[in-house]
């Protein structure tokens, strides 16, 4: 119970300390007006819905044509190439080095017209248009001579995936510092991605459960989305011209990563067992992203990601249900999804409302978005432990109760003679001595006749008792059937087992029992044998069994002795 509180308590803490570092972060690479010397121009945007030429937009004579937008932001919906304008309500000197800033531009164009030039300038995170001097947290574009009030930049923006950008104008050293950040950011995000799929790898070589397959498989394929939807592998010139050329790259990624995150959650949660109707609508959902992710290799048509969108809702409905129902049936990995999946699912659904412009997300949101797929992996591994721990404790369960008498409390038959062999065989390789005590208990058919089964059972227990509180730390008692019972000695002389054999004869003789209002003496027949050179264990079982008959033909409270060779018996 304490242990798992402290899981449950390690995790929480864990939840608190990303989100604190989150917001941190977020607030340090937010610029803003106040924490700088230059006093940054709000920024007017607008968009011209018509198809122009170049020549027409830059010239000024659509002007009128431009449509005004609300907020600082670009978001074009459309995949072909529309236009943008931009203007400042106040004046921004070239001595400060202005940057006009679009933030997270994914696969986002932009072909930049300024004032007086009569060429763009062309940015995107990959290929041939990226500014290595910058990072892939945006695009920049120098306003070298600065920008008067109402002078207009146009912007002709190619938005494949209908990503939006938040527009800022920053100084040189702004951009630097935020950009140091960044990098820290995603560095520490995608090395804990990459860092869990190992450990997840290593336990799935280790350990052969399949969950494990499934969660490298995920953790990858998110590492894979977010390096190449982010940018982050530009720094690799084939990727990047890969990328460069075909966004289709990051959608492959992201499938992968939902259709292997679905076949786990389905295995993890024991679907198939526990809830099979939900299995069979989770498994037509995984066979349309295989569909999609096939039809993602074809076509880099938009239908492929709003059909993966709309089948991703679907899906996760089902998982949040799966879960629920779970939690209410006290499944511990119930509770593992949910408490990784709401924070992820949570920002999810505000990217997914800027996306389509319900409303605008927060400026740390590109952070702690892939923040919390790493905690979620984090989570689940954390879960994935508890489960193979859960069934550990099942199985050390199950063996002991296998290898423990139940009426007793002694060792069972298979476990006593499983421990006489290793013994046998220690005594051989080590050359020590090694004696073994076999008993019943006198008249024991009698005493279940005359006061009943349930008094029988009760002295076989009192007996056990007795006879255990004897023995050393590492002797070993168990039952060997019906009355009989059986002690291995290790590193033991025959006339050292036959003291011991006394001593438990004396323990159980020495007073009477009292069970169930009744009051009887019990003795003991005992017989010795000491392991002799070349023995095996069945063979010390016939001398010890014939030592112990040999006792009850002497008479009462007689402990019998075989010697080694076999000589003759030694009675005490």
Same mark, same amino acid.
């Given at each position: 119970?304490?242990? #798992?509180?402290?899981?449950?308590?390690?995790?929480?803490?864990?939840?608190? /300390? =990303?989100?604190?570092?989150?917001?941190?972060?977020?607030?340090?690479?937010?610029?803003?007006?106040?924490?700088?010397?230059?006093?940054?121009?709000?920024?007017?945007?607008?968009?011209?819905?018509?198809?122009?030429?170049?020549?027409?937009?830059?010239?000024?004579?659509?002007?009128?044509?431009?449509?005004?937008?609300?907020?600082?932001?670009?978001?074009?919906?459309?995949?072909?190439?529309?236009?943008?304008?931009?203007?400042?309500?106040?004046?921004?000197?070239?001595?400060?080095?202005?940057?006009?800033?679009?933030?997270?531009?994914?696969?986002?164009?932009?072909?930049?017209?300024?004032?007086?030039?009569?060429?763009?300038?062309?940015?995107?995170?990959?290929?041939?248009?990226?500014?290595?001097?910058?990072?892939?947290?945006?695009?920049?574009?120098?306003? @070298?001579?600065?920008?008067?009030?109402?002078?207009?930049?146009?912007?002709?923006?190619?938005?494949?995936?209908?990503?939006?950008?938040?527009?800022?104008?920053?100084?040189?050293?702004?951009?630097?510092?935020?950009?140091?950040?960044?990098?820290?950011?995603?560095?520490?995000?995608? #090395?804990?991605?990459?860092?869990?799929?190992?450990?997840?790898?290593?336990?799935?070589?280790?350990? #052969?459960?399949?969950?494990?397959?499934?969660?490298?498989?995920?953790?990858?394929?998110?590492?894979?989305?977010?390096?190449?939807?982010?940018?982050?592998?530009?720094?690799?010139?084939?990727? @990047?011209?890969?990328?460069?050329?075909?966004?289709?790259?990051?959608?492959?990624?992201?499938?992968?990563?939902?259709?292997?995150?679905?076949?786990?959650?389905?295995?993890?949660?024991?679907?198939?067992?526990?809830?099979?109707?939900?299995?069979?609508?989770?498994?037509?959902?995984?066979?349309?992203?295989?569909?999609?992710?096939?039809?993602?290799?074809?076509?880099?048509?938009?239908?492929?990601?709003?059909?993966?969108?709309?089948?991703?809702?679907?899906?996760? @409905?089902?998982?949040?249900?799966?879960?629920?129902?779970?939690?209410?049936? &006290?499944?511990?990995?119930?509770?593992?999804?949910?408490?990784?999946? =709401?924070?992820?699912?949570?920002?999810?659904?505000?990217?997914?409302?800027?996306?389509?412009? =319900?409303?605008?997300?927060?400026?740390? =949101?590109?952070?702690?978005?892939?923040?919390?797929?790493?905690?979620?992996?984090?989570?689940?591994?954390?879960? /994935?432990?508890?489960?193979?721990?859960?069934?550990?404790?099942?199985?050390?369960?199950?063996?002991?109760?296998?290898?423990?008498?139940?009426?007793? #409390?002694?060792?069972?038959?298979?476990?006593?003679?499983?421990?006489?062999?290793?013994?046998?065989?220690?005594?051989?390789?080590?050359?020590?001595?090694?004696?073994?005590?076999?008993?019943?208990?006198? &008249?024991?058919?009698?005493?279940?006749?005359?006061?009943?089964?349930?008094?029988?059972?009760?002295?076989?227990?009192?007996?056990?008792?007795?006879?255990?509180?004897?023995?050393?730390?590492?002797?070993?008692?168990?039952?060997?059937?019906?009355?009989?019972?059986?002690?291995?000695?290790?590193?033991?002389?025959?006339?050292?087992?036959?003291?011991?054999?006394?001593?438990?004869?004396?323990?159980?003789?020495?007073?009477?029992?009292?069970?169930?209002?009744?009051?009887?003496?019990?003795?003991?027949?005992?017989?010795?044998?000491?392991?002799?050179?070349?023995?095996?264990?069945?063979?010390?079982?016939?001398?010890?069994?014939?030592?112990?008959?040999?006792?009850?033909?002497?008479?009462?409270?007689?402990?019998?002795?075989?010697?080694?060779?076999?000589?003759?018996?030694?009675?005490?």
């Amino acid at each position: 119970m304490v242990q #798992g509180t402290c899981r449950w308590r390690g995790v929480w803490l864990l939840l608190i /300390l =990303l989100s604190a570092v989150s917001m941190s972060c977020a607030s340090v690479a937010r610029p803003s007006a106040s924490s700088t010397s230059v006093e940054l121009a709000q920024i007017r945007v607008a968009r011209l819905d018509a198809y122009a030429g170049s020549e027409a937009v830059v010239s000024g004579s659509l002007d009128g044509n431009f449509i005004p937008m609300d907020g600082e932001r670009i978001h074009e919906r459309v995949t072909t190439a529309h236009w943008w304008r931009i203007t400042l309500n106040r004046p921004v000197a070239a001595s400060t080095e202005p940057q006009l800033v679009l933030q997270s531009p994914g696969h986002n164009r932009v072909e930049a017209w300024l004032p007086g030039q009569h060429f763009p300038i062309t940015r995107a995170l990959i290929g041939g248009d990226a500014d290595p001097a910058f990072s892939s947290r945006a695009l920049v574009i120098p306003l @070298a001579a600065g920008l008067r009030v109402g002078e207009p930049i146009y912007l002709r923006v190619y938005s494949p995936r209908a990503t939006p950008m938040d527009l800022s104008i920053e100084t040189l050293g702004m951009v630097h510092r935020a950009d140091l950040i960044h990098v820290a950011w995603r560095s520490a995000l995608l #090395g804990g991605l990459a860092l869990l799929a190992i450990l997840a790898l290593g336990f799935w070589i280790g350990m #052969g459960e399949r969950s494990y397959a499934y969660l490298t498989l995920n953790l990858l394929a998110q590492f894979g989305y977010f390096a190449t939807s982010g940018g982050d592998l530009r720094i690799i010139p084939q990727l @990047a011209e890969l990328m460069g050329a075909d966004w289709r790259l990051p959608r492959l990624f992201s499938l992968v990563a939902v259709l292997s995150s679905l076949v786990f959650l389905s295995h993890y949660l024991e679907l198939r067992t526990r809830q099979p109707t939900l299995l069979k609508v989770l498994s037509v959902c995984c066979g349309l992203f295989g569909l999609l992710t096939v039809a993602n290799l074809v076509t880099p048509a938009r239908w492929v990601t709003v059909s993966a969108m709309l089948v991703l809702i679907l899906a996760t @409905a089902v998982v949040l249900v799966a879960a629920l129902r779970g939690c209410l049936q &006290r499944q511990r990995s119930a509770f593992f999804v949910l408490l990784s999946w =709401l924070p992820m699912m949570s920002l999810l659904i505000v990217r997914a409302g800027e996306m389509i412009d =319900l409303w605008v997300g927060p400026g740390w =949101l590109h952070h702690a978005l892939p923040a919390t797929f790493v905690l979620s992996g984090l989570i689940i591994m954390i879960g /994935l432990s508890d489960t193979l721990q859960q069934l550990r404790r099942e199985r050390d369960r199950v063996s002991r109760k296998a290898s423990i008498d139940l009426l007793t #409390g002694a060792m069972s038959r298979q476990a006593i003679e499983d421990r006489l062999k290793a013994c046998v065989e220690n005594a051989r390789i080590d050359g020590l001595p090694l004696s073994i005590v076999f008993f019943d208990v006198d &008249r024991f058919k009698r005493i279940n006749d005359e006061y009943g089964h349930v008094v029988g059972d009760a002295c076989l227990r009192i007996i056990t008792q007795r006879t255990r509180n004897r023995l050393r730390t590492y002797d070993s008692l168990g039952r060997w059937g019906g009355d009989e019972l059986l002690v291995i000695l290790p590193d033991t002389h025959l006339d050292e087992g036959i003291g011991v054999a006394e001593n438990l004869r004396s323990a159980v003789s020495c007073r009477p029992l009292s069970i169930e209002g009744h009051r009887f003496d019990a003795s003991l027949s005992l017989g010795v044998a000491q392991l002799a050179d070349g023995e095996s264990a069945i063979q010390l079982m016939e001398q010890v069994d014939i030592a112990l008959y040999a006792s009850k033909a002497g008479g009462r409270n007689r402990v019998t002795g075989r010697v080694p060779h076999g000589a003759h018996p030694q009675n005490a």
